[in-house]
């Protein structure tokens, strides 16, 4: 259906705004279609897109088993492909799975109550700035052990870093998000040069101790660097989308002041509208999904935002279910590569959603906001809202 394929423009601004009803129409005319722009066959059914991502050894994360290359500050848990991947990824969901996540999070709750306190009958602010850009940073930062880096300075670095993910889309801005990752390499070499504070990082540095491999160290110190990275903008795409569905459904704040809705809802709002909405693989051989054709060398993008509203997925897949389980969406990815900085993602979620059902004040929306112009994430600019007694 040529209508509905050349409609899907990712960058469109009404897309921006709301991209369900053409990934639906996606989904039932044209579930597997060539993109031109994105120079690949995209996917919109939950099953094809799981398929490709359980299935590595057809589709590559790794564009150096197409004969590709990969610059060195690029070489991480998010880029390799097991087996190569498994022993870095092993080592950082190890010492996550050590770190006290109940304390990341209380600490992330008072963090936004405080945020609260002072932004309570100020008038409208922007959710963005004011709320999860620091809240994200601070949580992150705590979860490493590190100290956090400056809001502004970091948001602008994370910014030109989020943006190069759209490189096929538009290669100028694949070199400024060269420069930036640099950048944040910098400053993750700083911290493994500190003394470490308790934290993750702290259990990672034995692997880029004197004796460890240099190529290990290097891999090391890049994921690194993307988990603080891939956390923060990940974390603060996740808290403009959910506060917006919260604004747009009354009732669904307060109904999560219930513990068991809280981590059912929470797991909710990302699959609703998550913040990653696609990735990007190379089959490495021919192969067939949907009945078409792929053969080796071309790249294959499952739309995560079209793969978790799939009716044949999820049941009322187009509407906000607090209580749904189980749900194994695609918010975060799936797999070797899903996003490393999930978990304290949805740890910054459930403190929010916490502090605010903790305040007197009541959240309002006050005005529209500004989507950001990005087609892997899926991301607020600007989210205006007000906190009224």
Not at 106 to 115: F, H, I, S, T
């Amino acid at each position: 259906m040529p209508s509905v394929t050349n409609r899907y423009d990712p960058l469109d601004a009404e897309i921006l705004r709301d991209p369900y009803p053409v990934l639906a129409e996606l989904r039932e005319h044209a579930p597997v279609f060539w993109h031109a722009g994105m120079d690949s066959w995209v996917l919109t059914r939950y099953a094809d897109s799981v398929r490709v991502l359980r299935d590595h050894e057809t589709f590559a994360r790794d564009p150096r088993r197409n004969g590709g290359t990969v610059p060195e500050p690029s070489l991480s848990v998010q880029t390799l492909d097991p087996p190569q991947q498994s022993p870095v990824r092993s080592l950082f969901m190890t010492a996550l799975r050590a770190q006290d996540m109940a304390g990341v999070e209380d600490r992330a709750r008072l963090l936004v109550g405080e945020r609260l306190d002072q932004l309570a009958d100020g008038g409208p602010f922007d959710v963005v700035a004011e709320i999860a850009v620091p809240l994200s940073v601070a949580v992150v930062a705590d979860l490493l052990g590190v100290k956090p880096p400056p809001y502004e300075e970091f948001a602008a670095v994370s910014d030109v870093i989020m943006r190069s993910m759209d490189g096929g889309l538009n290669p100028a801005l694949v070199e400024p998000g060269r420069v930036a990752r640099q950048q944040l390499s910098d400053l993750v070499d700083s911290w493994f040069e500190a003394s470490a504070r308790p934290g993750l990082l702290a259990r990672v540095q034995q692997a880029t101790a004197p004796g460890a491999k240099p190529l290990t160290r290097l891999y090391v110190k890049n994921t690194a660097r993307v988990m603080f990275q891939g956390g923060y903008s990940t974390m603060v795409a996740a808290i403009g989308n959910a506060v917006h569905t919260l604004l747009a459904h009354p009732g669904a704040l307060g109904q999560m002041r219930d513990r068991a809705l809280l981590a059912t809802g929470v797991d909710e709002l990302v699959r609703f509208d998550g913040p990653v909405q696609g990735t990007t693989r190379t089959a490495v051989r021919y192969c067939r999904i949907g009945g078409v054709d792929i053969v080796q060398g071309q790249k294959v993008v499952p739309l995560f935002a079209a793969a978790n509203r799939d009716p044949a997925a999820f049941n009322r897949a187009d509407q906000l279910v607090l209580d749904r389980t189980p749900n194994r969406h695609l918010g975060y990815g799936w797999g070797p590569h899903s996003c490393i900085g999930s978990t304290v993602a949805q740890a910054g979620l459930r403190a929010l959603v916490t502090a605010f059902n903790g305040h007197p004040a009541r959240l309002v929306a006050a005005g529209e906001g500004l989507r950001r112009r990005t087609a892997t994430m899926r991301a607020f600019d600007t989210l205006p809202a007000a906190l009224l007694s």
